[in-house]
């Protein structure tokens, strides 16, 4: 195809996978910086689940791609598995299952496969669950999980034996335009021309593109799991999304468990600075054994879990629940992808796909006009940013 160039700055897994997809498509030049280590944000930090019974129509359709895009890394990418063999359970209570029902026609309609299960049979597949009588199973047969680090080293792995220049340790600081259009991103190392520049830095995202007045209402809250040491019981069940008990939890590589948990009280945590580190982040004391508390009954297997470590992480909404991606109108050249709720681990594969086809084509292949950066009126954007919000009160989208 040619010299073009593209830069992408942010080497989460959203902007790796978006490399990865250009890769596959000969895009040219392309060159990603990270101001740390790749996935050192919060996609190593990432429990890794996914479902596609999401909340709006772009959602699901995207989700759908997604989720495809999963089974097929796991057959084609050396190294890396998707664990979709149990699928993934959304779990309500009686008073939280019909804002969820609602959206029953929408999954209908776009052919996302769900079961709704009852609490019996529940237990009866997977014997190590033990919901409360009258809650509800929204069971995702095409859902599942990753293990974050072997997914982004195999993608990273992918994606240079496909020619793309990773640069670890180096911080984009400085956007280039030119006659308005922006023609790369100078890092203190040199300058790096680009035709097209994607800007995936997730939390960094304001304070990043300050200089260039570009402000999407994004809020971020701290979000924290925990890996147990290898427990005694045999773990066969599904990744659960719990909303009941405020958290998720799944069997984790070496018979171990992942418990996350939210913070519903927390404020917004505000990133100002481009440089911020998420390893400054510190969980609420006690908040792991509160959780474990909540799901024991659950899952019986918590018992006797002792735990090897904590990851704690931001997770971003926008101020419609809808992530932000796509090329951003008053700064030809730039693309951003960002805001994917708690699920932009789940989103990765399409969200790059979508950013390659923006990038390369300009166009998509599904509509995603309602992820538009240039959907949100400024006035509007401005008094979200300013207010300051506890976790409760933002979208409640998990995965
Ligand atoms: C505890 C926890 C559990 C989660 N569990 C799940 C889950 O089960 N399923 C799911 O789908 N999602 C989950 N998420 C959400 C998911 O982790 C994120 O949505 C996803 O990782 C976002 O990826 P990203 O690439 O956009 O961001 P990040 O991984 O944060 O990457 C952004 C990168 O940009 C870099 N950067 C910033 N500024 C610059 C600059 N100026 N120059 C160069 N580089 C820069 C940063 O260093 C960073 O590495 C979880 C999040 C947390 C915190």
Redesign the pocket.
């Known amino acids: 195809m040619g010299a073009r160039t593209v830069v992408i700055?942010?080497?989460?897994?959203?902007?790796l996978s978006t490399a990865y997809q250009l890769a596959l498509r000969r895009y040219g030049r392309i060159v990603i910086?990270?101001?740390?280590r790749l996935?050192?944000?919060?996609?190593c930090?990432?429990?890794?689940?996914?479902s596609g019974l999401l909340w709006s129509e772009t959602g699901v359709r995207a989700r759908k791609v997604g989720l495809q895009l999963f089974r097929e890394l796991g057959r084609t990418l050396p190294g890396y598995t998707y664990h979709d063999e149990h699928g993934c359970l959304n779990l309500f209570s009686p008073e939280l299952w019909p804002a969820r029902e609602k959206l029953l026609p929408l999954y209908d309609r776009l052919g996302a496969p769900y079961r709704i299960l009852s609490a019996a049979e529940m237990g009866r597949r997977w014997p190590a669950l033990r919901p409360p009588g009258d809650f509800i199973g929204l069971h995702d047969p095409a859902g599942g999980?990753s293990e974050p680090p072997e997914y982004l080293s195999a993608l990273a792995r992918a994606a240079a034996g496909l020619g793309v220049e990773i640069h670890e340790r180096?911080?984009?600081?400085e956007w280039v335009l030119e006659s308005g259009r922006l023609i790369g991103v100078r890092t203190l190392l040199g300058m790096f021309r680009a035709d097209a520049v994607v800007a995936?830095?997730?939390?960094?995202t304001l304070p990043?593109l300050a200089p260039l007045a570009v402000r999407p209402p994004v809020k971020h809250f701290v979000?924290?799991?925990y890996l147990s040491a290898p427990v005694s019981a045999r773990l066969d069940f599904p990744p659960v999304n719990a909303d009941p008990f405020g958290g998720?939890v799944r069997p984790a590589a070496g018979n171990r468990l992942l418990l996350?948990v939210e913070t519903p009280e927390r404020e917004d945590w505000k990133v100002d600075s481009?440089d911020f580190e998420m390893s400054g982040l510190k969980a609420p004391p006690g908040l792991r054994d509160r959780t474990v508390k909540e799901f024991r009954a659950f899952l019986p297997a918590l018992a006797d879990a002792t735990w090897e470590s904590e990851?704690?992480?931001?997770?971003?909404f926008s101020m419609d629940g809808e992530p932000v991606l796509g090329p951003v109108a008053a700064v030809p050249g730039l693309f951003l992808?960002?805001a994917?709720h708690?699920?932009?681990?789940?989103?990765?594969p399409v969200a790059g796909l979508l950013l390659a086809e923006w990038v390369s084509e300009g166009r998509t292949s599904i509509d995603v006009s309602a992820f538009s950066p240039d959907r949100f009126a400024a006035a509007e954007a401005e008094k979200h940013l300013a207010t300051t919000i506890p976790q409760k009160d933002a979208f409640r989208r998990r995965?």
């Open positions: 700055v942010g080497g989460g897994v959203i902007g910086l990270e101001k740390g996935g050192g944000g919060s996609s930090r990432a429990a890794g689940i996914t999980f180096e911080k984009a600081v995936t830095v997730h939390a960094w990043a979000h924290q799991r998720y996350g481009t990851q704690v992480g931001l997770i971003s992808g960002h994917f708690s699920g932009g681990f789940a989103y990765n995965h």
